[in-house]
């Protein structure tokens, strides 16, 4: 729940803020920044709160030329000097928080000088396990990229890890850019081993666990017939079955995006069905037949799923779908997640794309902004109080940069064709530059 006092701490603290950028944005036309301003790596990234909301961790660049390094904060109190961790001379590159003691990260080097086999580059890759209390960091030998897949909430001792199987191959093994090939390890993240549960081959590669760890949606691809193909498992069985096939050629069925956990048996999944866009649709895994349509507009596809804020209580449920247009937009069917999402709106300088975690309890609020006018900024609300963590790009003034306008135009053919047009600060003409987008099923959108 939000805390009590939400309203009159929280629009206080952004209402002082509000004001003084009022008198910035009267300002006359800015310098424009320099070039490489652009290509600065993000000071700050991947900020997230522990599970209690007591810690808050993020990545930091703490040089120009220096490797990421991750810091954290003690959320009572963020102004308070972090713990930090580094994995010199490896080069930190994502984290999770899998329980509120235990951070897992993936490191690499970079240890060839030329590309060894299919996507495989020139990096070496390590899986580490950090106890903050006892501030000890258990390391395990791996080449392969590893990926934190499911965070296992409701069991604070494992976690699932994936790892890209090369050897899963055979003959066009390399068609691994829809499902690769992947082998699954639930590590014990208390005592610092593991087990492998499941290897994947290309015919089954990509796999989908419950908040339990349960296998429940598998996919892979039939390279001798050209198909993808998806599996359904039950709760409670043991054996796969085909539900999907669907020839590469064919974009009616796009994916599956997850599994419906208020409809026992059903999955919601991404799909065309003979609609010029893709909408979202609800799918009976058992007589493997479309149900009806959950979500569908006939201007743009869908975009994705929102889900629940409080991941730990609440883990993978849906709480609206996303769609893009003018910006992003969400259509919520969790009035609270909704009247949070609307709050936070009405508060943070510049809001465009906004969002927010909470810890198990509710109480503790990460929010991330982020649009035309804001690079990306990270807020913490916590006890009525909302701190300003960082910002991605520290050169960058909301204040000097321009809003971006959603129109649309008529193309030869009679097609309205939307695009997106940023008119900068000061007096015309202005340099034009064109950024055209791959296609024709690509969207783009400003985020």
Sequence with gaps: ??????????????????????????????????????????????????????????????????????????????????????????????????????????????????????????????????NLETEKIKTFDQEESADVVNLLPYDDDHVIVAYENYDAGGPGARIRDAFRARAYWKYNVKKGTRRLLIRGTLSMGAITFDAQGNPRIGGGFDVKNGYYTWYYRGEGESGWEEIIRVHEEDWEFQSIAGIDEENPGHLYVYAHNGKDTRGLWSFNAETKEFVEPVYHRNDVDVGGMAYHSNTWANSGIETGVVWYKDKRHVEYWDSEEEAIHRQLEGVIPHAYNIAFHRSRDGATILIRNSGPRDPGTYYL??????????????????????????????????????GYITVPHGDPPYPLVVMPHGGPFVQEVVS
Excluded: C, H
Excluded at 7 to 14: H, R
Excluded at 34 to 55: F, T
Excluded at 404 to 417: A, L
């Design 381 to 418: 609300l916590k006890d009525g109080k909302l701190d300003v963590v960082g910002t991605r790009q520290t050169l960058i003034e909301s204040e000097k940069l321009a809003d971006v306008r959603y129109i649309t135009y008529e193309s030869r053919d009679g097609r309205m064709i939307p």
């Design 1 to 130: 729940m939000i805390p009590q006092d939400f309203k009159k701490s929280f629009f206080a603290a952004l209402l002082a803020s509000s004001l003084g950028l009022s008198a910035l944005a009267s300002a006359e036309a800015p310098e424009p920044y320099p070039l490489e301003y652009w290509a600065l790596r993000d000071a700050i990234a991947s900020v997230s709160l522990s599970p209690e909301g007591d810690k808050l961790a993020l990545m930091k660049i703490p040089s120009r030329d220096g490797d990421p390094i991750i810091e954290i904060y003690d959320t009572s109190d963020i102004s308070k000097d972090p713990f930090r961790v580094g994995a010199d001379p490896m080069e930190i590159i994502g984290y999770d928080w899998v329980s509120n003691e235990v951070i897992a990260f993936v490191a690499r080097q970079a240890v060839r000088e030329k590309i060894d086999d299919f996507n495989r580059g020139v990096f070496e890759y390590r899986f580490a396990l950090l």
